[in-house]
Each structure stands twice: as structure tokens, then as C-alpha cells.
């Protein structure tokens, strides 16, 4: 098993630039696939970023291409989003989920196929 802990979300303006960070425990990290998940309030948990095992494949949602971008660190143990030009949009609780694999560059946008989650941090983006 692996336990995951969410860190670095605030209450930031719009533009501005937040990193989030997802630290593992248990199992060593690079056998998981990890992916950033967001739910606003009265909304659905919805997909933002994967990242393979590897870290050579990644995938995003459509509303954060091009200004999200995530990464690990498998030594440490760690993934980060970092999130730049935010939106009130992207005011949301970020989790992070982890699902283990024998594939390293899987990645997987879907919830339900991830095993292990966070318990978020709340990214509050004022207009």
C-alpha cells in the first residue's frame, strides 16, 4: 500500500501561480501511476493530470493544458502539479491518487481506476 499527502494549496488571485505537492509513503512510488484530480464544491471529481511511472508520459484535461504541468521525483518519493495563470475556475480541493502498475508509461484519466488517494488541499483562486 501507499499513503499519499497533499501539500501547497492557499488562497492565491487570478494569475497567479501555485505547486502543488503529493508526498508517498509505503511502497516505493515509482511503481504507481499518479494522476491530479479536482472537485469544486457541488461538483463531480473531475481529471487534471497523469503522470507514468517513468515520468515520460503525461496527459492533462483540457481546461489546464498548456498551464499546468506535472512532474516526480521518484527518489523522493514525490509528484508535483505546478499550476500557473490560475483561474477562479480552478478553485477546487486538488487530490492525489496512485494506482500501482507493471506498465511504466501507463497513465490513467479515469477515478475509478486509481486505488490510493489523498485527502486534498483546498486551491482557493480569487477574482
Known amino acids: 500500500q501507499v499513503q499519499l499527502v497533499e501539500s501547497g494549496g492557499g488562497l492565491v488571485q487570478a494569475g497567479a501561480s501555485l505547486r502543488l505537492s503529493c508526498a508517498a509513503s509505503g511502497r516505493p512510488f515509482s511503481s504507481y501511476v499518479v494522476g491530479w484530480f479536482r472537485q469544486a464544491p457541488g461538483k463531480e471529481r473531475k481529471f487534471v493530470a497523469t503522470?507514468?511511472?517513468?515520468?515520460?508520459?503525461?496527459a492533462y484535461a483540457d481546461s489546464v493544458e498548456g498551464r499546468f504541468a506535472i512532474s516526480r521525483d521518484n527518489a523522493k518519493n514525490t509528484v508535483s502539479l505546478q499550476m500557473n495563470s490560475l483561474t477562479p475556475e480552478d478553485t477546487a480541493v486538488y487530490y492525489c491518487?496512485?494506482?500501482?502498475?507493471?506498465?511504466?508509461?501507463?497513465?490513467?484519466?479515469?477515478?475509478?481506476?486509481?486505488?490510493?488517494w489523498g485527502q486534498g488541499t483546498q486551491v482557493t483562486v480569487s477574482s
Open positions: 491518487a496512485a494506482d500501482e502498475s507493471a506498465y511504466i508509461s501507463l497513465i490513467r484519466t479515469r477515478a475509478p481506476d486509481y486505488d490510493y
Open positions: 503522470i507514468s511511472r517513468s515520468g515520460g508520459n503525461t
